[in-house]
């Protein structure tokens, strides 16, 4: 079930979300409808709480099959810094510059309760980074640098490809 996403300035983005104390049934279905909401929206990442749900849980895919299903995620780790371009499927429609850690490493716990950490660099750590800030009720507008208008983001994009 596809769940519809919550748009700025709903207050409830803005909350710190409250940790998964146990995994049950109704965690892995939460966790199955934010991904079909995310695909449905062409996402690379989503989180609870942009689906009204006040719970440490986020979900990132960057290439297709290679889906993590983060619950109560930390970052233990960060290195080295750039900035790119991001947006957000609560803030259609705006897109603007993040500096954010190049490299980070992520502890969180996976549907069946395994602790797992892994270690990502550019545009997959971009993506933890951007929905664990969800988790901690940050927007990506909270942080940007520059805002870059929709209808000049291809531009920007070609001319920054090798940043």
């Not at 490299?103 to 549907?111: A, W």
Request: proline content about 4%; hydrophobic content about 40%; charged content about 30%.
């Amino acid at each position: 079930m596809s769940y519809p996403i919550m748009i700025h300035p709903n207050k409830k983005l803005n909350r710190k979300a409250q940790p998964i104390d146990m995994i049950t049934d109704e965690t892995i279905v939460l966790l199955d409808n934010l991904y079909e909401t995310m695909v449905a929206n062409d996402g690379v990442g989503i989180a609870a709480p942009q689906v009204g749900k006040n719970q440490r849980i986020a979900i990132v895919e960057v290439d297709e099959g290679d889906k993590f299903e983060l619950i109560n995620p930390e970052i233990i780790e960060a290195k080295g810094e750039s900035i790119d371009v991001e947006g957000c499927l609560s803030i259609p429609h705006v897109y603007g510059t993040v500096k954010r850690a190049d490299e980070v490493t992520v502890r969180y716990y996976d549907r069946d309760g395994e602790e797992i950490e892994v270690t990502a660099f550019g545009y997959l750590a971009r993506a933890f980074q951007h929905e664990i800030d969800h988790l901690d009720g940050i927007l990506f507008i909270d942080k940007m640098i520059e805002q870059i208008p929709e209808e000049k983001l291809e531009e920007y994009m070609e001319e920054h490809l090798d940043d």
